[in-house]
């Protein structure tokens, strides 16, 4: 499975123009190996919307993008002042409180991605430390579930929270403790964090 990273600066008068193209993607449901979109506005940056695709591969993701991708993108250019694209292979899943890591991220009221560029010769560690660490702190918090994206030095961190409020106490009173144990400075060069209030109506999903 891979992942598809989208990232946008829309500005304040194109924020409706925006929304109203991200529905049109509704027609992903109906591409094979497709898997689920979901995506919102960040919490914090009123003019960053953040939109999380899954595929079942990429020969799939491939086959849609040299096809129907183009139309449907076109249609969106223009609400948008810059796009910044990250596809990565599935790295490690975080079992939380939903049954499997598609639904906990399909289900959330809040999904939490963190872009992070890693220090050279860092990724095995990285990996261990969101396996042996991050994971089980999360799930004990109250995650829904989540799961990491990694290709080299690139990684991309999706977690799904029931609420804002469980995340919220999530961050409050877990996360300080818990960053320093992991000691995300010997891994992490730099990293782009979103709390995305989810939209229902950018939410494609195929029916089972």
């Not at 490690?92 to 906990?104: C, F, K, T, W």
């Not at 994206?149 to 929270?161: F, L």
Request: glycine share 8%; net charge negative.
């Amino acid at each position: 499975m891979i992942a598809k990273l989208i990232e946008c600066r829309v500005p304040e008068t194109q924020r409706a123009a925006f929304d109203a193209a991200q529905r049109g993607w509704s027609v992903l449901a109906a591409e094979r190996g497709f898997v689920m979109q979901i995506g919102g506005w960040d919490a914090r940056s009123s003019d960053v919307a953040i939109i999380l695709g899954l595929w079942k591969s990429v020969a799939a993701y491939d086959v849609f993008m040299s096809g129907p991708h183009d139309a449907v993108a076109g249609r969106q250019t223009a609400t948008y002042e810059r796009i910044d694209v990250t596809v990565l292979p599935l790295s490690l899943e975080m079992p939380g409180l939903a049954n499997d890591v598609i639904s906990a991220l399909r289900d959330a009221a809040l999904l939490r991605v963190a872009r992070c560029e890693l220090i050279p010769g860092r990724s095995r560690h990285f990996d261990r430390v969101q396996q042996l660490h991050w994971a089980s702190v999360m799930e004990e918090a109250g995650m829904l579930g989540g799961a990491m994206w990694r290709s080299g030095d690139v990684a991309i961190v999706t977690t799904g929270w029931p609420s804002v409020d469980v995340h919220e106490r999530y961050a409050r009173e877990v996360l300080p403790e818990a960053r320093e144990e992991a000691e995300v400075e010997r891994d992490v060069a730099e990293t782009r964090g979103y709390g995305v209030r989810t939209e229902a109506t950018w939410r494609v999903v195929v029916e089972e």
